[in-house]
């Protein structure tokens, strides 16, 4: 026979450790550690207040003195919103308001599960004490032991003689003991006394105290540390401490000790403005550098802030100083890699209406290891206005800019621009196609200041350039159903076309301030400008001519794509890129019928083998002027064999100002060796130097508690001239080091490691092997 008791008496409080989340898909290892017993709590979410503190109480047996005592036998099951008690036998005091439990004791509630050999209860101050417990945290993987498990009246968890661990049930790779654990239910964070952290069951450290998250709340407190021994840094430690200022706050300091250096400290300081912006402040700093001869200070200072105002306004912020050239190359930095060569310094407010848009701008870059110094902005204010459909399908664009360029060397000019844009455009778009017409008056005024210097005696006080330009751009799409190698597939062809003129005009009486020179890949092929900026705008008479196929199968994947393009020139343009106040360049426009012969191409090849290259191809003078291509093995997640290629002839070296020639194969790879054991590795050689550039050869195991990554890197560096501070006598050529990353799931780590990040570790990053950094 079942009883049931309907009470008014609150039996136990709701203890809030954590929020049940579901874990993101991750390529690591996650592991969720679920108590031995059945879930029961489940909470009505259209129950009312009432029905949350309504106690129901079912069992075989019970004997009642109405006021005293209530004893209950067999299947005794305490239910009280989302909180549920399962015992063999409990006795409830009316008198006391005391509630005892025994016999294959289950607790839960949303946030945990308790298993106990008693429980006793004090529903007057919502207590309860819990002997012989174990514990788990529903949604993680933390769970453990205790002595004794108290809920204190203000709903947080007392541990004594007590343990913890991620790992699951049987694994002891790691195990922290403690004397007393103190676990606070809204802070979401626990306080360990006397603590013991055994891994193997071997104790290798003793901790009087310590914090941990219970959740993926944020807490303050010591990270992983990193090791790593290299040749040009010796033996280093990096110890990160994170601190949780505020909810809309938080500061990460690593002391990051290198023997051959010195102590190099990093600090990464977040914020949140509001509901909508956000920025952060980098501040790294080596005082005496040991490598150096004259045992230089090193720093790093970086800023950036971007966020909405409004639905309207937008801001951006970006600065960035470092106290050297080689800083990037040397220095672990969290804020650049030694592939990084430019220093951004930004600012930017921007309004946006539908139909319109406003910005003003300042920029300074600083490239590093260049003497030649680019142009500041200072300011920069655009306007932009689109009238679609503005009059019988007609659509008018306006864009307008007005530049002030500044220089910090008082030998080059400075120069106020500004251009105007109208544009009216007559687009037909169809599944079988599209025709644009569209035509542009390009009105650009300058106001030149030569500095008193006589080498911008080229340079006109004022120049007034107006250039008409007419761009005809067409498409056609045909598609037909086939079938290879017993496949159907959809093909289409997609033919297109572009007609560009731009009217001439000499504009060797105008500096060069923010232009330069752009790639002719295949889809450059079609742009309607030579040159980024404004400062040169080619004159062109000239039709593209380009095609592209694709193939697509039954579930609509491109399996196969082409491209091939070429622009063949009606005149040859008479607008080169030199600048009068830089007699040493040497940039030239090449007469010429045609442009190079641009083609791309992406496709799997068979199953789990894909393929993708391009190239430019001089058909006048024979030569191959860019190449590159890729092999991939991908038969699945973090599986990967990738064989590349890339040839790049008279590439210039702004160091030296002469052409060299980039001829690279590279092998990059990541597989799994088990479930929980990976290997990634690359390596890139230089055919025309015959030697490796780059090595990278790494292992990483990660199991449900703990991860361990052991990489071996050894990479070319780039060394460049620096005025700051003297250099090595001797400065290295190549570097070689040796890197272990160690994190135990649950103590505070930074996380899991990842197969996707090794990858990306490295000069050249997956599938961009082929980028070039100039």
Known sequence: MHIRYFLALSLLPQLVLAEETTPEPDASIQCLVEPPVPRMAVVDPEASETDLQEIRILSDRSEAQMGKQAKFNGNVSFSQGGRHIAADEAILNQQSERLDANGNLVFQDQMFTITADSLVAQMRDNSATLSGAQYWLHGQQIHGDAEKLEITPDNNLHLTKTNFTTCPPGDSSWLLEADKIKIDSTEEWGELWDAKLKIGGVP?????????????????????PTFSTSTTNGVEVATPYYWNIAPEYDLTFTPNYMSARGLFLKTDFRYLAGESQQGQLNVEYLGNDNMLSNNADRYLYHWEHKGAIDKNWRVLANFTQVSDNNYFNDMDSDVQSATDN????????????RNWDFSARVQDIKVLGEDEVPYQ???????????????????????SEVSNFKHQDNEFSTATRLHVEPSISFPIQGPAGSLTSEVKLLQTYYWQDDQGNPKNSELDDQVSRTLPQVRIHGQVNFER????????????????????????????????????????????????????????????????LGLTTRLFDENNIEKFKFSLGQIFYFQDSRVGINDPQIPTQTYTQENTSNSVLAAELSTQIYKDWYMSGAIQYDTKQSENKKSEVTLD??????KLLQFSYRYVPD??????????????????????????????????????????????????YESCCWALRLSYHYRIKTNYEDDNNSTLDNRELFESGVYLNFVIKGLGGSGPLGVTDMLNDGLFNYRKPLYLKN
């Open 204 to 224: 290798i450290l003793y901790i009087p105290y310590m914090t941990i998250p219970v959740s993926d709340k944020r807490k303050s407190g010591f990270l992983f």
């Open 342 to 353: 430019q220093l951004s310094r930004l600012g930017e407010v921007s309004y946006f209406e």
């Open 377 to 399: 902005v200072m300011p920069q204010l655009n306007f932009n206005y689109r009238a679609p459909s503005l009059w019988n399908g007609l659509d008018f664009d306006l864009m």
């Open 481 to 544: 159903y086939t079938d290879y190698f017993n496949e159907n597939y959809r093909q289409t062809l997609e033919p297109q076309f572009q007609y560009l003129y731009v009217g001439y005009e000499d504009q060797s009486n105008i500096g060069i301030y923010d232009t330069a020179q752009l790639q002719e890949d295949y889809f450059g092929l079609f742009r309607e400008r030579r040159f980024s900026g404004l400062d040169r705008i080619a004159d062109a008479n000239q039709m593209t």
């Open 633 to 638: 093995f991908r038969p699945g997640a973090n």
């Open 651 to 700: 590439l210039l070296n702004t160091n030296t100002n002469e052409s060299v020639n980039i001829s690279q194969a590279g092998m990059r790879g990541a597989w799994p060796v088990s479930d929980s054991l990976y290997l990634v590795g690359n390596w890139y050689y230089d055919l025309n130097e015959s030697r490796a550039v780059e090595t990278y050869a790494g292992f990483q």
